[in-house]
């Protein structure tokens, strides 16, 4: 359903929703902490900052945030700036002209992407990070640091 490229601005929202709001941080440690590869993560970062979900700070000091509050920020928008919204079913997908509305089969298909959309709109960076869970996005280092193992940081 999603593309890579939204999974990857995904996994970089949740990560910088992590972050102190005062801080920014570079391209590698995103890469580091979403497991992306750094080339493409590039360009994942430019199109969330043309986009107005990140804000871009060159320099010293420098690197990405998000451009607003992790709890203004939709799944939707992020989902939005590459193209991956799922698709509403409008029309008949095999054109057959005596179907002047949705068939049953498409109207489910329909009404399911429609749920889809509706999640996807009212659910925040925010909410991702705050769901119950025993597992939490991208905190690896976080587990491993509750268990006593090494982070990435200290194997090198």
Do not use: W
């Amino acid at each position: 359903m999603l593309n890579q490229s939204a999974e990857y601005g995904l996994r970089a929202a949740v990560h910088l929703a992590t972050l102190p709001d005062d801080e920014h941080a570079s391209a590698s440690d995103i890469s580091e902490r979403t497991k992306v590869p750094i080339p493409y993560l590039q360009k994942v970062l430019r199109t969330l900052t043309r986009a107005g979900v990140l804000k871009a700070r060159r320099g010293m000091g420098g690197g990405f945030s998000l451009a607003k509050a992790s709890n203004e920020i939709t799944v939707l928008e992020i989902l939005d700036a590459f193209d991956s919204s799922p698709q509403r079913i409008e029309k008949c997908p095999l054109g057959i002209s005596g179907h002047t509305r949705l068939c049953p089969l498409h109207s489910l298909i329909d009404e399911q992407v429609a749920n889809a959309v509706q999640i996807f709109a009212t659910t925040t960076i925010r909410d991702i990070l705050d769901t119950q869970s025993d597992i939490k996005p991208l905190c690896e280092s976080q587990a491993r640091v509750t268990l006593g193992l090494p982070t990435d940081k200290q194997t090198g």
